[in-house]
T-cell receptor, first 113, second 111 residues
Framework: NAGVTQTPKFQVLKTGQSMTLQCAQD?????MYWYRQDPGMGLRLIYY???????DKGEVPNGYNVSRLNKREFSLRLESAAPSQTSVYFC????????????FGQGTRLTVV | GQSLEQPSEVTAVEGAIVQINCTYQ??????LSWYQQHDGGAPTFLSY????GLEETGRFSSFLSRSDSYGYLLLQELQMKDSASYFC????????????FGTGTKLQVIP
């Protein structure tokens, strides 16, 4: 039972490069989320998808785009990476919107140089 | 807007009891949950309170007072493995429909 799987686990990008972070869950959850975690800042919501076919901005959406490809997959794209986007990115899922128990992937550690 | 406040660091002795507080200001409050995160790991769900009162799960308990916009996580019989960061998170309903996290409390358990 894999839960939430994120790829890649580590990535180094040059400023201006683009990349997509992949996330898939096998728990048949309706809602999925992307967070970034920076030292002293906790987890900040970038984008979320309350259900398949919908996406909404979170607290820090600038510089990111998302795609809810199907019920299982929710990807996060950085179109032109900036050093300020150096962070640890977590994908999470829950049975539904505002359901308190969210399951997290192991994170992607991204460095932009 | 929304805000959650919790202490940045707490130190406690192995075998003791520690309380981590969380105050919040939100619109559309639905409930308060707690997560644990070890260094380098992913957050994992601990507990949830939608109603006022105390919820107990083994050594961990969580409390909520909706009228005071306040909650806490109580850890009893502390073990070294409890050294981790603890996040409170609010579930929001209505037009928000998401979970928003606090900045976390780093708990250090010392012998």
């Amino acid at each position: 039972n894999a839960g939430v799987t994120q790829t890649p686990k580590f990535q180094v990008l040059k400023t201006g490069q683009s990349m997509t972070l992949q996330c898939a869950q096998d728990m048949n959850h309706n809602s999925m989320y992307w967070y970034r975690q920076d030292p002293g800042m906790g987890l900040r919501l970038i984008y979320y998808s309350a259900s398949e076919g919908t996406t909404d901005k979170g607290e820090v959406p600038n510089g990111y785009n998302v795609s809810r490809l199907n019920k299982r997959e929710f990807s996060l794209r950085l179109e032109s990476a900036a050093p300020s986007q150096t962070s640890v990115y977590f994908c999470a899922s829950s049975e539904g919107p505002a359901i308190p128990e969210a399951f997290f992937g192991q994170g992607t550690r991204l460095t932009v140089v | 807007g929304q805000s959650l406040e919790q202490p940045s660091e707490v130190t406690a002795v192995e075998g003791a009891i520690v309380q981590i507080n969380c105050t919040y200001q939100t619109s559309g409050f639905y409930g308060l949950s707690w997560y644990q995160q070890h260094d380098g790991g992913a957050p994992t769900f601990l507990s949830y309170n939608a109603l006022d009162g105390l919820e107990e799960t083994g050594r961990f308990s969580s409390f909520l007072s909706r009228s005071d916009s306040y909650g806490y996580l109580l850890l009893q019989e502390l073990q070294m493995k409890d050294s981790a960061s603890y996040f409170c998170a609010v579930s929001l309903s209505g037009g928000y429909q998401k979970v928003t996290f606090g900045t976390g409390t780093k708990l250090q358990v010392i012998p």
